[in-house]
């Protein structure tokens, strides 16, 4: 199997009308080396990591913070990954993914990796001025599109790449730019 990075959705864990937006990067080869401390999971053989903002009360506010490998996320990758975990009694949270390819000739572990310094950028500046979290403007969709910009995908790959079945808001809106530098 090739390391790909993803756009990925899945449904919300509350409500299968909307999605959650995260980037998903799947380990094989060539290796991907850069990922920091952020921990690879596993499941059917397969490593994998993701990364995402979500809707946190902080401070009285609602913010759009970083995880990384949150719960919902890493079971709709399983679920692909190993069907057998699935239940016609139980919600799932159909996954939906489609490859954003390493711009400007970059390999596959330095984009995962302009991805993850991107990402702690955004964590810090928006621990000193924060994002106030939106349904419809400034949520993980959002997120996901300013990250991608901001390693240099062009914007035609980012429109493509964040079109996902059901309703999506902000996947082609930008957090300004200056949060990822």
Request: aromatic fraction near 12%; charged fraction near 20%; proline fraction near 5%.
């Amino acid at each position: 199997m090739t390391s790909k990075v993803y756009w990925a959705a899945r449904d919300l864990a509350t409500s299968p009308l909307g999605n959650h937006h995260f980037i998903l990067v799947v380990q094989g080869t060539p290796t991907i080396t850069s990922t920091m401390s952020v921990k690879w999971q596993n499941c059917a053989g397969t490593e994998f990591i993701t990364i995402a903002t979500f809707a946190k009360k902080l401070g009285g506010k609602t913010r759009l913070i970083l995880g990384y490998n949150e719960t919902s996320d890493v079971h709709s990758v399983k679920e692909v990954l190993n069907p057998s975990i699935t239940s016609f009694f139980r919600p799932d949270f159909d996954l939906a993914r489609h490859e954003v390819k390493p711009p400007n000739g970059n390999t596959v572990s330095g984009f995962v990796r302009n991805i993850i310094m991107k990402a702690e950028t955004y964590k810090k500046n928006e621990a000193i001025k924060n994002v106030p979290y939106s349904l419809i403007d400034e949520n993980c969709a959002c997120w996901v599109n300013s990250l991608f910009k901001a390693c240099g995908v062009p914007k035609k790959a980012r429109i493509a790449a964040g079109e996902f079945p059901g309703f999506d808001w902000g996947e082609e809106d930008e957090i300004d730019a200056s949060y990822f530098t």
